[in-house]
């Protein structure tokens, strides 16, 4: 499968978003700013700094997921099969074991099951709705990083670049770190709304994933009051102390949906920024949705 | 309830080519070590979940404790019938030795029980492929990822258990450090009525 292939560029407002999300993360702070969207309903992509290398967070769960259900669809692992949860990883770096602190994650749940088996489904939607830490290494230890990867290129999914799992401190000292680009997380939301790669059945189940996310406070806070009502937003976000990120899919009624994604650097020591986000969201919607009224 | 003697004793230097290639069975390996340690030949057959679920191997354990494995098992044990090695007995009695003295529940990890040497895990000769293995993820509420609580309970099998082996606590392989394993070693069992040992080849004795 060929590299997922850039839309068309929109004209006129470009310049006008690029012009205001600049100033958006000036005013807040930001140190760095990427964005990208594709609109399934025009077939036209924009990006500001797309191909712009940023540490990944939480986002590159994303990746996870659609490496997942592509090693399903090539018949390589059952989405039923049992995995067992243990809190034991090899660093990247040293081949040394470490641990998640429970503490430090965002899902208890699945801590709760340490030494029994979770299906390889329910594990995907912990890391994916409550963004758990401990269901993720689980996932990737089991793909292999460079086993997702394959999965990714397959895919034409350019623009990620999965290391490690995470919370591997001792890798991210040593400047082992996941990575993503706007383009990249652009091109796995495409490819699972597309459904490349996968069934439109296994398409469906990623998205009702997404769907049921609990981190809201980014694209789905930037849409105006009304649409939100109507809208549903497949999102994922990545929140550390340097990085703020949100990507997903808008699902309008009466319209094709889009796909955002906004990437944010912060100088460290910060809080979670996802206001910022929410306002890079509204200047989306309203050049790329309102402007159409 | 079920009691193990209503399972099928079945010889696996006779079950189909499949099966013979993950489990094989009186298959001479090699240990951690570089010794050679044959893997056991006679298996009793579990049919379903149910009956794993339902056969008691030992007071306070059931077949399905030490049979429970996960997306690294060869394909063709993760469903049923499964197959394990007819020394799980052993290691479910002592087990219940250790859950008296104890006192409260003993939780045997997923892949913690017998898994074939087909399974990812299995490296080289491991006593999980004998069935006479077991890790222990919980005692009780106690978690086993601390030296201090892997060696109390380590100590307190020794204890009532002296022929059991315990890995000691360590991050490196040969080592453990979230959970305690315990072992009897390359331990093989053939039930009474089980048909001649004699392999391919050979003549009556």
Redesign the interface.
Known sequence: MGPIRRASELQPPNGVLRTEVERLVREDGASDVAVAFYDFATETEWSLRGDRWFHAASTVKLAILLALWEAAARGH??LD????????FISRRDG??Y?LDPARDADSEVYGQ????MR?RELAHHMIVTSSNLATNLLLD?LTPAGARDSLQRLGVEGIDLQRGVEDLRAHETGIDNRATAHGLLAVLRAIYEARGVSQEGAREMLDILLQQRFDRGIPSGLPEAVRETAQVANKTGDISTHTHDAGLVLLPERAPYAVVVLTAWPAGGESRQSTVARVSAAVYARLIAGEA | MREVAGLRVVDGARLPEALRRVLKPDALIVDEAGRGRRLPRFFYEVDSRLTADETQLAPWFRLSELL?T???EAPQL?GFPRYVPCAVTLVAAALSVFRERVGTRV?V????GYRSPAHELSHAASTHNWGTAANI??VGDD?L?AQERIDKYATLARQVLPQVWARPWG?TAGFA???LHLDLGYVTVVPRDAVGEERPGEGAP
């Open positions: 692992l059952s099969a049992p995995l067992h949860v243990r809190n034991r040394e074991p641990r340490l030494g029994r088996a390889l089991l | 429970e996960d997306v690294r993760q939780q990890a997923v892949n913690g993820y919980r978690l990822d991050h450090d979230d959970h």
